[in-house]
């Protein structure tokens, strides 16, 4: 999630919703359903939609939930602790980190998630998706998708 759409969040029928509609120069988004990815099971066992609670999250003002969530994660030691073992890496920490693991993730470890999905899961076009995350796709990621495709390929093709 942006930090914006943390300000924007409800349980609609049993599932955690996200209200927020981003505008921009390529469009409009709508509302719409947060998805665990199905490559991350253990993700069910945090029970979201019914742990969430909106009084858990620090004060945020409309259009300033970056500036809120920035302030209040560096304020965590333990947020503190953890972009310094990534700068030690070579890596950056930000409070986009996790939306952008979830795109890499859903792309390398849930592969059979066509891109257009993962985009909508994510809130943005086909065509922001793929400005924003295509260029993390390095060649070890083609190749495993080439050898996946193969793979799938000889399956498909087999008698019985």
């Excluded at 609670?53 to 994660?73: E, F, I, T, V």
């Amino acid at each position: 999630m942006r930090p914006e759409e943390l300000q924007h969040l409800e349980v609609r029928n049993g599932r955690l919703w996200c209200s927020y509609s981003k505008v921009s120069s390529r469009g409009k988004t709508e509302p719409r359903p947060l998805r665990l990815l199905p490559c991350d099971p253990w993700a069910a066992a945090w029970n979201l939609e019914a742990s969430y609670s909106a009084d858990r999250l620090p004060p945020m003002k409309p259009g300033l939930g970056a500036d809120a969530m920035g302030l209040y994660m560096r304020r965590r030691e333990l947020w503190s602790e953890l972009r310094r073992r990534y700068d030690e890496q070579g890596e950056k920490l930000v409070l986009y980190s996790c939306r952008h693991a979830y795109a890499h993730r859903a792309h390398t470890l849930c592969s059979m998630l066509p891109t257009k999905f993962v985009a909508a899961a994510m809130g943005h076009s086909l065509e922001t998706h793929l400005a924003a995350y295509s260029r993390w796709i390095g060649d070890d990621e083609v190749d495993a998708a080439f050898e996946r495709a193969s793979q799938r390929m000889e399956q498909d093709l087999r008698p019985g």
